[in-house]
């Protein structure tokens, strides 16, 4: 396994901008012209393009050292909306040679819970897209994106534009749970370590006439109570449902009759659960980090409880088979496109693996953050520049171990704000997303959406770090509402 490291920065020149959405800063059709013709010559000298496709949700840092990452011989290219483009920093924009931006149209600007990622689509990209493709070849570019909901949108524009890369048949072990279990279910190594087969079974909402007929599936299944019910190609822990008993049961499947979507029903895991953050280069690992999450994903939404994740320290007695987990993953699930490489987990009593999910994007939540103030290691930069270059990777002077805690909106309206505690032991960062006065609203979703506070412990104490993470959660409360 590789070690924690971290990334070398630099900075680089200024971008050309085409169809900006401040009417200073937009060239005229004379300037986008000569811009473009010069990308087509560079393109031409066998230059590589990267294109970076963005669409609601911003940079998470200044993205410095992205040029220097992608190598001499790639240029890269935003292709964003302009929602993104406006809260653009002038260091972010400084890192691309070209960009282009597209309007957001009807409903596409309304933020949405997707519980189908298939259906994502931005009807302004591929006429920009196509724009851009006049003057490169599409063989000579690979397109690249952060954003989960863009995973399998980007898989569908790679195969209308003949772009390299993941195709939408190729992507489904990443983005459709029922494809990430049948992956796993057929991938029987010699040297497995011990893992658990999870039981499941297919649900199309709406085509189960009868409760009758809907119990038959999952009886037929080997299910039994508790089980969870969830979307198959849903981000963001959307509509994920612990069903317990009959009653629940029959409350779902009424409450689903309209719905008509794929859903997936599976045996509801019990132990640690933990999250793997890997960087991948040409399916081998580069980095990675082991967390365990002190309380299930879910309760961030059912129950609104916080939502927090320590390190897994190299020193304990499990760390050896977690990592062997981990290579057996990558190997099941590879090849795996280069960049981040996520996937969520459980480790039973008696020591047994059990798999949750996976996704090929970069992590939400503060990770990024965390890392790169503990490490300096850009993990966004790497996830961008790694469809061509392996990450650049030096080893930390000092072992700075981690936890995050994030703490879940409700509906109301703020009426404090409590600052954390000033007895900690460890190095805290508090990011805020909510002041005095502002109303919110209870999750629907794991997202930024609806997370009130972000809480970053640092410490080379592990004992501490615990105490300190245990404390933020049962004792601190991060706010207050006004009383109805």
């Known amino acids: 396994m590789p070690s924690r490291s971290g990334a070398k920065i630099s900075t680089c020149s200024p971008p050309h901008i085409v169809n900006a959405s401040s009417v200073d800063e937009e060239p005229t059709k004379d300037d986008q012209s000569i811009q473009l013709a010069s990308l087509r010559q560079m393109v031409k000298e066998g230059r590589q393009c990267l294109i970076v496709l963005k669409a609601r949700k911003g940079f998470t840092t200044d993205l410095a050292g992205?040029?220097?990452?992608?190598?001499?011989?790639?240029?890269?290219?935003?292709?964003?909306?302009?929602?993104v483009y406006s809260i653009m920093t002038t260091a972010q924009k400084g890192q691309f040679f070209l960009i282009l931006t597209y309007p957001l149209l009807g409903d596409e600007k309304k933020s949405r819970c997707w519980c189908d990622l298939t259906e994502v689509s931005y009807g302004e990209v591929g006429p920009k897209l196509r724009l851009l493709l006049r003057h490169v070849p599409a063989g000579q570019c690979s397109l690249v994106v952060s954003e989960e909901p863009l995973v399998y949108f980007a898989a569908t524009l790679r195969r209308q534009f003949k772009i390299p890369g993941v195709q939408p048949d190729d992507i489904l072990r990443f983005t459709n749970k029922v494809s990430m279990r049948l992956t796993l279910s057929h991938f029987r190594p010699a040297d497995s370590p011990t893992v658990d087969a999870?039981?499941?079974?297919?649900?199309?909402?709406?085509?189960?006439?009868?409760?009758?007929?809907?119990?038959?599936?999952?009886?037929?299944?080997?299910?039994?109570?508790?089980?969870v019910l969830k979307p198959q190609s849903s981000c963001g822990s959307f509509d994920v449902q612990i069903v317990r008993n009959r009653t629940e049961m029959h409350r779902w499947h009424s409450e689903h009759a309209q719905v008509r979507k794929p859903y997936i029903a599976e045996q509801m895991l019990v132990g640690d659960q933990y999250a793997a953050y890997m960087l991948i280069f040409e399916s081998k690992l580069q980095w990675f980090?082991?967390?365990?999450?002190?309380?299930?994903?879910?309760?961030?939404?059912?129950?609104?409880?916080?939502?927090?994740?320590l390190e897994l320290c190299q020193e304990d007695e499990a760390y050896a088979a977690h990592c062997a987990y981990l290579n057996y993953l990558v190997a099941a699930y590879s090849p795996i496109p280069d960049g981040m490489f996520t996937v969520e987990y459980f480790q039973t009593s008696d020591g047994h693996f059990q798999f949750l999910e996976n996704c090929i994007r970069l992590p939400g939540g503060p990770l990024i953050t965390l890392v790169l103030l503990a490490e300096r290691t850009n993990l966004e930069v790497a996830h961008l520049s790694g469809q061509y270059n392996s990450p650049a990777m030096t080893k930390a002077t000092e072992r700075v171990l981690t936890a995050y805690i994030r703490y879940p909106t409700r509906r109301g309206v703020i009426a404090n704000i409590r600052?954390?505690?000033?007895?900690?032991?460890?190095?805290?960062?508090?990011?805020?997303?909510?002041?005095?006065g502002q109303r919110t609203e209870d999750p629907v979703e794991l997202s930024g959406k609806y997370v009130a506070l972000q809480l970053l412990l640092f410490n080379t104490n592990y004992g501490q770090l615990k105490a300190d993470l245990a404390k933020c959660t049962d004792e601190y409360e991060p706010f207050e509402l006004l009383n109805d």
């Open 198 to 227: 999870v039981k499941f079974c297919s649900v199309l909402t709406g085509r189960t006439n009868t409760v009758a007929q809907f119990e038959q599936l999952l009886l037929d299944a080997g299910l039994q109570y508790p089980l």
């Open 289 to 309: 980090h082991i967390y365990r999450n002190t309380r299930p994903i879910v309760v961030f939404v059912r129950d609104r409880q916080p939502l927090a994740k």
């Open 66 to 83: 992205l040029r220097q990452a992608c190598g001499a011989n790639t240029i890269p290219i935003l292709l964003t909306s302009d929602k």
């Open 419 to 436: 600052q954390p505690p000033t007895t900690l032991s460890s190095r805290v960062r508090a990011l805020w997303r909510l002041q005095v």
